[in-house]
């Protein structure tokens, strides 16, 4: 099953680091895969969300439905003055909050954190010491506001959430990941459900951290569905994960950003993503704010993520989220080469041979935006206005 421990201590139930997972269930995947079911660690963060709960007093927009995060915004208003308080408003100010989290990541020993691996990740990678001093003065901030007592007050929040996700996630979904990308190469992988990260929606980050030997891959979700403020913490029987369908795309788009965007972060990649850059188009580009999306390379990127989330699925036999997720991919959000990429994507699935993995296969997509012109995207966008 998937990892959830119990221990004497609350605290380490809830923020073990699961580091010896146990054996998941068994499931029903792809008759020719050859890769072995991993386990999925699921479990939060102490120091991913003692950062939320700072970040709960620079967020302005509305975080109805999201009650950990209302209580923790009010409860711990008192302390502006805090370095770690502080330090956050000016980190904000230069990386975006996945990039922090990203960072946070690669530290072990919370309260009292240390580097464990070197920093990677292209704009943090230079940063250690910056992004030392804030590990630290975020584990003062820790036991200063007494945050450890705040987790364990609002347990029953956590643990639900752990068992809501526990439930919902469907089993084999690793399996099914590693082997439509070929690709197992992965060490570990983990969900860092985190009640207290402030959103008017829903927001996931799919952070990955460079050990060496291989990636240690996370998803780190806020709640997913809307839950109405109780009187008290024991009277909650959702906790805003319990849409399986919803729960199932996250998980499998963050973590598809593993294996997609390791790859295009490549030099040799990135230089032949730019080659195409016309097809972004200022109407194209108007169409894709409603995906933050503003730059051909993240527009690659999102596209090729999605093209997995839809073949994923029509592996594992789901023609209602095959259907669902064009609409929406399609439809609603404007990936409008996803058709064509689908189309291409069943030669890479036909032909192991040719295509032992998925890094052999990204040239192949990226010569097809090559051939395109924007001509071409104007013509699919005329097509969807008519």
Request: charged fraction near 20%; charge should be negative.
């Amino acid at each position: 099953m998937y990892c959830l421990r119990y221990f004497p201590c609350l605290f380490l139930l809830l923020f073990t680091s699961c580091q010896e997972e146990a054996t998941p269930p068994t499931t029903e995947v792809p008759s020719t895969a050859t890769v072995a079911e991993k386990t999925m660690a699921i479990a939060p963060n102490p120091m991913v969300e003692t950062f939320w709960i700072i970040f709960t007093q620079f967020y302005d927009g509305s975080i109805a439905g999201h009650p950990i995060a209302q209580i923790a915004q009010s409860h711990f208003r008192d302390y502006q003055s805090h370095p770690a308080m502080q330090m956050t408003g000016e980190l904000i100010k230069v990386y975006g909050s996945d990039e922090i989290v990203e960072a946070l990541l690669y530290y072990e020993g919370f309260p009292r954190p240390r580097l464990r691996y070197p920093l990677r990740a292209d704009r943090i990678q230079h940063e250690a010491t910056r992004f030392t001093a804030y590990a630290e003065a975020l584990g003062a901030f820790y036991l200063d506001a007494k945050v450890e007592a705040f987790l364990n007050q609002h347990q029953h929040y956590y643990q639900g959430s752990i068992a809501e996700i526990e439930r919902l996630l469907p089993k084999g979904i690793i399996a099914a990941m590693e082997h439509y990308y070929r690709d197992s190469s992965h060490l570990a992988y983990g969900i860092i459900p985190s009640p207290a990260m402030p959103t008017g929606g829903y927001r996931g980050i799919g952070p990955y951290v460079y050990t060496g030997k291989g990636l240690r891959v996370y998803q780190n979700l806020s709640g997913l569905s809307a839950i109405d403020s109780l009187a008290k913490v024991e009277d909650y029987t959702a906790f805003g994960y319990g849409d399986r369908n919803l729960l199932t795309e996250m998980t499998i788009h963050e973590f598809g950003h593993t294996f997609v965007s390791s790859l295009l972060e490549q030099d040799t990649f990135a230089q032949q993503i730019e080659k195409s850059v016309d097809l972004f188009t200022p109407a194209w580009r108007e169409l894709m704010q409603i995906n933050q999306v503003s730059h051909w390379n993240a527009c690659v990127d999102e596209h090729i993520v999605r093209l997995g989330e839809i073949r994923i699925a029509t592996a594992m036999g789901n023609t209602k989220e095959v259907e669902r997720l064009r609409e929406q991919h399609i439809e609603k959000m404007h990936f409008l080469l996803l058709p064509a990429l689908e189309e291409l994507s069943e030669t890479y699935e036909n032909d192991p041979d040719t295509y032992p993995n998925y890094t052999v296969f990204i040239p192949r997509i990226l010569s097809y935006l090559e051939q395109l012109e924007p001509a071409d995207i104007e013509q699919l966008i005329a097509q969807r206005n008519n």
